[in-house]
């Protein structure tokens, strides 16, 4: 038998064993002298067999693919496929046998298609030659925004650069998950690197909002983007971002602010903590000036409380109040805080200058600078007047105010102008300069230096005589314009303005150009007449001629020796006079436009413009004279603009010198849009490749329109045909729906689009689409129907096919995890009804289960289909993990699962259970019924954290970390492992005193921090709780830690009334100075001073408690020492200065082990 060709089909016989997957037969074929080809390896790949890939290189097979000319090409190869499909165990065995890696190729799809497992088997396993991809900036980038910390781990290990650059970006500035921010920070990452901006100044951005929107679903609103933003900028500040950096041009942090997408909490927390305020841009703008271009009155309100100069100038001299006046608020406001109303720019206008001139008529905006004291006859250094730039600008209400508030209406003999000659000194009085003329006129304007024929023109432009008599009263006398020689037939050489109106009259009652105009052209000509130049206006005798459309006039020009330029065959493409374009191309108009420098340019030449206007005779002329014809340019845009007469005649008029255009893919794609099928036709007919890829995409993917895709169909475009993706699993995408309503007007809804998409679907399946098929991704069409716009009809019509229900993508996730995923509760009925495994794990070991707490609906469906509730995934997260985390506080999700026996003490692989997942995210809700479920609230000694550690121990705790904390507290949650200094930074923070008053009941007695070096000028090198309320000057602080002896050996010093401490508040003018005047004014109790010796003496370590109930010490005392008995009291939160003193606090505190 002949092992190599099958008879009944084209396929060889080892593709035959090798599409059966089995070994035995394999080896028979192999024994037997079977010819084994890469193809046949390709196959072994696609099967998953690594044994018959060992056999088959044994034997020969070829481990490299080569195309038709004999070279090596790495993509489709049996190693790329491996590579794809995450089969990491076929990809070993290639390598191993000198298969030949493209490992830039492999490791940009690899990041492409977000696959884990080929990533780390890439950059591990061969590390060797994807070292110098691994090396790449854009490599590491890639690696930060998949936010795989494992990922960056070993690219960095590789001696990939921290800080490398590629496209501006660096991997901190791409980065925005808090978790790999701090990494990168951790691993070195220098917060202050420079491209063209810095990381603080970029997350500020509208780019980076744009940026992180682009790779994240759902989008974030802008709140959303602030809420995960707060942290970073924190993080970004503690690890030493220089506040006072700039962009390119000059922006700060704070500028951008005032610019981006945040509120004006991110303003005021970048002021707090130091930054300049009045720091100036490249064109010395401050944000101030920001804000009122980008009408943002809150950040102005912000911006000057907290000491913005309003009167600052930018180098063209404008302040804040120029930038304003397009907004009323704005403008009041700054005039409310003492802007300079009268203020000059460096060309002379003040802000009632600008605010005059600036479309839309601000007569608000000018109100209030006229009510403010603005000089209504300030003159600008061209000595133009606000009256004058509101008539020059047409805007009538603000020019009427003006007039009202006693604007001069005379002229200004220096510039020899007038507001008059300014609007009526035009060859043409337009009927808004007349109507702004005539309330001049009305309210007595100046009309020296207006022209002296304005009267003759006024009449020409329409004028309907009320303004004319309004010039004549005053001083305007009859004038006659003297003419070179006659015109239209006038048969006297001047014209007074009844002349004119007589010449004018008659061309008005005429509908075409008589033989007597013809014959007066004739003569003009033949007088000497200026052929080339017309007098009254810039266009040319010629243009003036063609846009009339007369070929006779045309012809007597021609006679005369008329200068034809390329401009003039434009005006008759225009037009649309063939005879004239004939005869300017005989008198030597150039056919081909050129530019400045001498070279031939197509666009906007006369061929251009006859074939957008589907002129295709006056094309074919231009052509036959020599005209050059730009291809690739005339088939793009005919196609843009539909235009299937141009596109018709560019393809068979022009088919030599299009052929090229043709037979691109992109070509072929465009026309099939387009949904023309003659126009397909000759494309086809003309060699255009029917399967040809364009960016991943075929003709028959990118068809719509169903007559289309039966003809491509029945004229042999592979259904089956795959780039990224195949036409089927696209067809099912939302990008298809997304692309078809790019180009199609209206646009369908996901309804409609599914009516026209199911007969399409049917005729792919009956020409033999394969369901099994996946994109790069691994999806098949069912999973991708579950991702995007099609209900549970094409669903339903999928499965009855007879597709794999359970089949998985490349990360292992099925169509049902895309329904809990995507939120689709109707799908994930339809799945489980039709058979799909409730408990099937990706590859991360998630379950749809995992997939689906963010929808209460979808959980409920699958618990009551058995879903296991404490599947765990490769991270150890359970269901409730993930829920007790998911931003939104999914507290109706968590009820649930629960309820269905959810272990709510089960710790993730960090040792993370999901009440402090919950705390973490504060999310309250979820907190509160985790609590009523009998989470545990105590620490862990293995990991040294507690829920309340994990919440409190930043260096900035927030208004969200606080409530959260309060909350375990008031439940009891251990404090254990919560940062010993967290009383002074409450008190900093802004807390009320009820967190504090918990913390201290439960074991967190008096603490001095020791300083490097003093902060904020207190005179000391360490703070005590009592030392942070006198630096932030909170009065009910002091009291309540001085009556509670909440006090540490350092404050005897400061109840002694030190002087260096009492110089220190007198300077600050502090409110707490009176307070501790009185206080220390009496020698000290020496039960108080034996009291606080005690309590150092016992430390502030875990083990004071221990050493109090030990001690002989009466109980009452001890109840003292622990501060059992502390008086639960709301007090006033420090409002100022508490960020700027923690920043100062973390760089110069010794750290709790220096202390130690």
């Not at 839309?360 to 300030?378: C, E, F, Q, T, W």
């Not at 109507?435 to 304005?454: N, P, Y």
């Not at 603009?641 to 992109?666: D, G, H, R, W, Y």
């Not at 409110?1071 to 108080?1088: F, G, H, I, N």
Request: charged share 20%.
């Amino acid at each position: 038998m002949d092992v190599n060709r099958c008879q009944c089909c084209t396929k060889s016989r080892m593709e035959l064993v090798l599409n059966i997957g089995s070994y035995e037969l394999a080896e028979i074929f192999c024994a037997h002298a079977v010819q084994v080809t890469h193809d046949d390896l390709v196959s072994a790949v696609k099967a998953e067999h690594v044994r018959n890939i060992h056999l088959l290189v044994n034997h020969g097979a070829p481990v490299n693919k080569f195309n038709d000319r004999g070279l090596l090409t790495y993509k489709d190869s049996a190693l790329d496929i491996a590579l794809q499909s995450s089969l990491t165990s076929a990809a070993s065995v290639l390598l191993c046998h000198g298969a030949d890696l493209d490992s830039d190729c492999a490791v940009t799809q690899a990041f492409k298609s977000k696959n884990m497992k080929t990533l780390y088997f890439l950059l591990t396993e061969c590390a060797e030659a994807t070292k110098a991809v691994m090396l790449k900036p854009e490599t590491l980038i890639r690696a930060v925004k998949l936010g795989d910390i494992q990922l960056i781990q070993i690219l960095l290990e590789a001696g990939a650069d921290i800080d490398g650059v590629h496209n501006n970006m660096t991997p901190l500035m791409s980065a925005f998950d808090i978790e790999v921010i701090k990494f990168l920070l951790n691993k070195g990452a220098n917060v202050n690197f420079k491209t063209t901006t810095t990381a603080l100044i970029y997350a500020l951005s509208w780019d980076y909002f744009d940026d992180i929107n682009s790779t994240i679903r759902p989008k974030l609103s802008p709140i959303e983007m602030e809420e995960k933003m707060l942290p970073v900028i924190n993080l970004f500040l503690k690890h030493g971002a220089n506040l006072e950096d700039s962009v390119d041009y000059g922006c700060t942090a704070l500028m951008d602010s005032a610019k981006g997408y945040f509120s004006t909490e991110i303003l005021k927390y970048l002021i707090h903590t130091g930054t300049d305020v009045n720091q100036s841009d490249e064109l010395g703008l401050t944000a101030l000036h920001g804000a009122a271009t980008y009408h943002k009155l809150d950040f102005a309100e912000a911006l000057l409380k907290h000491g913005a100069v309003v009167n600052l100038k930018s180098f063209n001299g404008r302040t804040p109040l120029h930038e304003a006046v397009k907004d009323v608020n704005i403008t009041h406001f700054f005039l409310e805080n003492h802007s300079k109303v009268n203020a000059k720019d460096v060309y002379g206008n003040t802000p009632l200058s600008l605010a005059v001139k600036y479309s839309g008529d601000m007569v608000d905006v000018v109100k209030l600078l006229i009510a403010s004291g603005a000089d209504v006859n300030h003159k600008n250094n061209s000595g133009m007047s606000p009256l004058w730039l509101a008539a020059q600008n047409f805007n009538l209400k603000c020019m009427e105010l003006l007039i009202d508030s006693k604007a001069d209406l005379g002229h200004s003999e220096q510039h020899q102008k007038s507001a008059l000659s300014v609007l009526l000194n035009d060859w043409f009085p337009s009927g808004q300069s007349q109507k702004t003329a005539l309330i001049l006129a009305q309210h007595g304007a100046s009309a020296e230096f207006v022209r002296s024929d304005v009267i003759h023109r006024l009449i020409a432009a329409g004028n309907d005589g009320i303004l004319i008599q309004k010039l004549i009263k005053s001083g305007f006398c009859p004038t006659d314009i003297i003419l070179k020689s006659p015109i239209l037939n006038w048969p006297e050489t001047c014209v007074s303005p009844l002349a004119v109106s007589l010449i004018l009259d008659s061309i008005q009652q005429k509908e075409a150009i008589l033989t007597s105009d013809v014959e007066l052209i004739q003569e003009l000509c033949r007088l000497g007449i200026d052929v080339n130049r017309c007098q009254c206006c810039k266009k040319s005798r010629m243009e003036l001629v063609l846009n009339i459309g007369s070929y006779e006039l045309a012809e007597i020009l021609c006679a005369h020796a008329v200068q034809v330029t390329h401009d003039d065959l434009v005006s008759a493409v225009k037009a649309e006079h063939v005879r004239n374009i004939h005869l300017l191309v005989n008198h030597g108009a150039p056919v081909n436009k050129f530019n400045d420098r001498g070279l031939l340019t197509y666009k906007d030449s006369a061929l251009d413009i006859a074939l957008q206007s589907s002129l295709t005779s006056a094309a074919s002329v231009l052509l036959y004279n020599g005209a050059d014809l730009d291809a690739e340019c005339a088939v793009t845009q005919a196609f843009k603009s539909m235009n299937t007469k141009t596109l018709s005649f560019l393809l068979t008029e022009c088919a030599e010198t299009t052929k090229a255009v043709m037979l691109k893919p992109e070509t072929l794609i465009r026309a099939v849009k387009l949904g023309d099928i003659q126009l397909i036709q000759i494309l086809l007919e003309a060699g255009a490749d029917i399967d040809g890829v364009h960016n991943n995409m075929t003709p028959l993917m990118s068809a719509f329109d169903i007559e289309v895709i039966t003809f491509l169909l029945n004229k042999g475009a592979n259904v089956n045909f795959k780039t990224t993706t195949t036409a089927l699993i696209y067809a099912l995408s939302w990008d298809y729906f997304d692309d078809i309503n790019s180009t199609i007007r209206p646009n369908l809804s996901p309804i409609e689009m599914e009516e026209k998409m199911l007969p399409v679907i049917d005729l792919f399946l009956k020409h033999g689409a394969n369901l099994e098929d996946s994109n790069d991704y691994g999806c098949t069409a069912l999973i991708n129907s579950a991702k995007g716009y099609c209900s549970t009809e094409v669903l339903k019509y999928l499965i009855h096919t007879g597709t794999d229900i359970n089949r998985k993508d490349d990360e292992g996730f099925t169509a049902l995890h895309g329904a809990a995923t995507y939120h689709k509760l109707d799908f994930a009925e339809a799945l489980l009804k039709y058979g799909a495994i409730v408990n099937l794990k990706s590859f991360n070991g998630r379950t749809p289960l995992h997939e689906a707490v963010e929808d209460v609906n979808i959980t409920k469906l699958f618990l009551e289909n058995q879903a296991k509730v404490n599947a765990k995934d490769v991270f150890g997260n359970t269901p409730l993990s993930l829920a007790s985390k998911c931003f939104g506080d999914m507290v109706d999700v968590v009820k649930l699962l629960i309820a269905s026996g959810s272990d709510v003490n089960h710790k993730n692989n960090s040792g993370i259970s999901p009440l402090w997942l919950a705390a973490q995210k504060f999310n309250i809700k979820c907190l509160e019924f985790l609590i009523d479920a009998k989470a545990d609230l105590s620490h862990d000694d293995q990991q040294q954290k507690s829920a309340l550690s994990v919440v409190l121990n930043d260096w900035l705790p927030s208004g969200q970390c606080q409530q959260t904390a309060l909350i375990l507290a008031q439940h009891g949650a251990s404090a254990e492992f919560v940062r010993f200094d967290v009383i002074h930074r409450l008190i900093a923070a802004g807390n009320d005193g009820i967190l504090i008053q918990k913390l201290i009941k439960s074991r967190f007695c008096p603490t001095d921090i020791i300083l490097k070096s003093p902060i904020m000028n207190w005179p000391e090198t360490c703070v005590s709780p009592l030392a942070v309320s006198l630096i932030l000057d909170s009065v009910d602080f002091c009291l309540y830690l001085i009556e509670n002896w909440y006090l540490t050996k350092s404050d005897i010093k400061i109840l002694s009334r030190n002087k260096r401490i009492i110089h220190f508040l007198q300077q600050r003018r502090t409110k707490a100075l009176s307070y501790l005047k009185q206080v220390s004014r009496q020698p000290m109790r020496l039960e108080l001073l034996c009291f606080i010796t005690v309590s150092s003496a016992l430390g502030s370590d875990r083990g004071r408690r221990q050493r109090i109930h030990n001690s002989k010490l009466p109980v009452p005392f001890q109840d003292m020492l622990l501060f059992s008995r502390l008086e639960v009291k709301v007090l006033q939160q420090v409002t100022r200065k508490g960020t700027s003193f923690l920043q100062e606090l973390s760089e110069n505190q010794v750290e709790e082990n220096d202390e130690d």
